[in-house]
């Protein structure tokens, strides 16, 4: 259907920057890109600023943020920068001028204004912009390639002049990352140059990574916009992961089910230069594998073994939300990772045992009333994320502009574009939903991160303390946040696959929810192959390298995981029973 990518037949720019979704092979397709030129005697340097980035194990080699020398490759140099260390390092830089000399509910709520995924994303642009506008750099490297390009929102705020005005101390609006730039003033030069280079065809190209699924196409498609607007038109789209052979019922149905999300792809991605990568069953890990991974399949099958002597289903955690007594349980994950779904079968489940349960999901195309009809005992609603954010910034833009001038407004108007804003302002409808189900279990689709909650909580707190307020928190949110954190009455779910990077992300919002106080006891490992018991050759070497991560989940939940098997066809009405049988 596409060309094959391979680096040696492409015409490629300076800088090459590769997005996605988590989990799509950005890094596999960045490092394998960097070891073929490399290997054909160019001059490479690799760098990630990915949070889940596994380069350290790709390579076996114990990387820096400064660059380590591939014995393996010798003209490639990795450079593997942490940017939830270097967020750390930049929040404390901020905030350090103001202890002792600020209350210190003040100094809390700046902290955790500074706590969110947008002060990650500023803390590694930070980081790499020195490597785009280094001069020595440039002229060392025939090509720098970056595993994990900055957002929309990222490179807004860096052209926005009045976002490097430093008023986080006095910043109550509500929202979520104002104030990320505070104290980079020197730094708006090097933003200014790595921004020009970013947008500048002859010197980047911005490769948009997908696997042949709706959800991340529409996600490449939205990150593809988001960068043309700002000038970032150099693009092209590699769809990774695509099934060559498919010989017996589950590959079949694989291979037409990427090949719907294929057909039916956004029109923006139509246009642009496409390659594809074919499916590989194994992990992209040591020199030999990266190689291999643009031009041949391995399909060895792992030795490793389950350590579970019975892998938990969907039924046995229904089983324990129900004689727990749980009265409000959450499914959180990734985007893609089923979370509707899943939501959907645990309401059908506690139905069953004659609970009552009202259902309430976020899923934009409002399918969930296909999926789950409503009945007796399961009463269904949608928030309408665009709606609730739409009402909401503009109950926070009608307080600003009642204190505040035309630039800091601006500035205001893009913090509000932060994926943390939108939180916010749907888990406001949440609480109301809570607020009106007190006699009923409520089951809510997509949590808000534990980042979300103690922002609400820390402004809450600041708001007692300062009374010059730009944003009310309701009264329902604020009934709703120590509910929240009562293990007895709320579960959190957290949906991930088997495979490296949902994993990582997985702890990574764990970890998240913990900071809050938030209860997390069941792990679920969605549209599992090794599940399915698949004969064909590259799934079932596939499916036994998925064992590695169930063991994982395993060890790291102390067995209160399930699994669900992959499933070819839309789970919906009856078909929702096949997952708590």
Known sequence: MFKVFNPEQIKLTKYLFFTGK?????????????????????????IST??????QDVFNTELNNKGISIKEVPNLIVANIDPEQAAQEYKESVVAPYRGKLPEVVIKNMEEQLSGSCTVEIAAFNEFSAFITDEKTEKEYDCIIFDTAPTGHTLRLMQLPSAWSNFISESTHGASCLGQLSGLESKKEVYKQAVETLSNKDMTTLILVSRPEKEPLKEAERASQELQELGVNNQILIINGILQNYDEIVSQSLHNKQQEALKSMPIRLKNFVTYEIPLRAYNITGIDNVRIFLHQDNNEISNEKINSNQIPKLKNVIDDLYFSGK?????????????????????????????????????????????????NDITISRIDEEAELAKYKEEVLTKARETMGEDDIAYVEEDLRSPCTQEIAVFRAF????????????????????????LLDSTQSYHREISRLQSDIPESVKNLLPMLRNANETEVLIITLAETTPVYEAMRLESDLKRAGINSKWWIINASLYATATTNKTLKAKASNEIEWINRVDKHTDGNFAVIEWKADEIKGEKILDLIQ
């Open 22 to 46: 988590g989990g799509v092979g950005k890094t596999s397709t960045a490092c394998a890109t960097a070891v073929t030129l490399a290997d054909n005697g160019k001059k490479v340097l690799l």
């Open 50 to 55: 990915d949070p889940a980035s596994n380069l």
């Open 327 to 375: 009265k409000v349980i959450f499914t959180m994950g990734k985007g893609g990772v089923g979370k509707t779904t899943i939501a959907a079968a645990i309401a059908l489940g506690m139905a069953q045992k004659g609970v009552k349960v009202h259902l309430t999901t976020t899923d934009p195309a409002a399918h969930i009333k296909f999926v789950i009809e409503e009945s």
């Open 431 to 454: 609480a109301q939903i809570v607020e009106k189900a007190k006699n009923e279990v409520v089951v809510i689709d997509t949590a808000p991160t534990g980042h979300t909650l103690l």
